[in-house]
């Protein structure tokens, strides 16, 4: 397959999952709040991704390029792999635009049973990839052919459709403690903050929720990772919690509100979901770890 015919397959399954339709291979990504298993000799995240990438028959693509030393990044993580017994680990620290149209890069993203993005800066990823053939192959695979796309921290900022790059860990629900810019958009109509109660990032969430309540607000604490099948439903794994910023919001000031002032919001939902618990993405409720749904509650 060529990389066109394979960036036009996953476009067509894309837009299947925008009309709420699975494609016959889910895309399915691991998002990673960041600080993944501090102790070596008792991981959980990275094993979890190496199981769904295919175990020892793993081939895993490292892309550094959020980081500021890429190259010790790769090494630090390919040792991790292949301490967990992978089949290949291929390195991919970029820091060049041209060096994502690299023929055995691109071939190398066709072997792969999984992406992983580092930790850095998210900024720093999409200048370097957005719109690449390496970053529109991975679009393609990952939507039309069952590729596995993980990140963690900066890495996992970015697969949303719009993310933050900065703001104030101090501040208020305010326009001007959240800054963004568009992201990957492996996952649309979502943004993700990482490192999430660890660094107080409540209230960036709810600005950007507060100026479009139907973006899904999702934050990851460290050492925790959500596996999501996008259109469908996550479940929660790691030692932490996720939150769901959701809900239909009755009022909000944010469109006449001004950089510094702070915003109302009314009748908005937070859900915090620990290990096991999931969400199911299509009706907006959270998942018990016994697979229940858990129905809303009837108010008369």
């Not at 999409?126 to 390496?134: E, H, M, R, V």
């Not at 960036?204 to 460290?222: C, K, Q, S, W, Y």
């Not at 919690?241 to 915003?263: C, E, I, K, Y």
Request: proline content about 6%; charged content about 25%.
């Amino acid at each position: 397959m060529t990389d066109v015919e394979m960036q036009e397959r996953g476009r067509k399954a894309e837009a299947r999952v925008e009309r709420k339709e699975l494609p016959e291979r889910a895309a399915r990504l691991l998002v990673i709040g960041g600080a993944e298993d501090p102790d070596q000799d008792d991981m959980t995240i990275l094993p979890h991704l190496v199981e769904m990438a295919g175990g020892k028959d793993a081939r895993i693509v490292i892309c550094s390029s959020p980081s500021e030393n890429p190259e010790e990044k790769v090494d630090t993580y390919g040792e991790l792999f292949e301490k967990l017994g992978v089949a290949e680990v291929y390195p991919a620290p970029i820091t060049d635009r041209h060096e994502a149209e690299d023929p055995e890069l691109l071939e190398a993203v066709k072997r792969a049973t999984a992406i992983f993005f580092t930790g850095g800066d998210q900024l720093r990823l999409t200048a370097l990839i957005s719109g690449t053939p390496f970053c529109e192959n991975i679009r393609g695979r990952l939507y039309g052919d069952g590729l596995i796309v993980a990140g963690t921290s900066a890495g996992a900022a970015a697969m949303s459709s719009v993310m933050i790059i900065g703001g104030t860990n101090e501040g208020t629900v305010r326009r001007k403690d959240v800054d963004l810019a568009p992201g990957l958009g492996y996952w649309r109509d979502t943004v993700v903050d990482t490192h999430f109660n660890q660094r107080g990032r409540v209230s960036r969430l709810m600005t950007i929720f507060a100026h479009n309540p139907n973006v899904l607000g999702i934050g990851i604490d460290e050492n925790t990772a959500i596996e999501l099948v996008p259109g469908d439903r996550f479940t929660v794994v790691g030692e932490g919690a996720v939150m769901v910023f959701n809900g239909r919001v009755t009022h909000t000031n944010a469109p006449d509100a001004s950089d510094d002032q702070t915003l109302a919001i009314t009748d908005s939902v937070i859900h915090t979901l620990p290990s096991g618990y999931g969400f199911n993405l299509r009706t907006k409720r959270p998942i018990l770890p016994d697979g229940e749904e858990i129905p809303p509650t009837v108010t008369s």
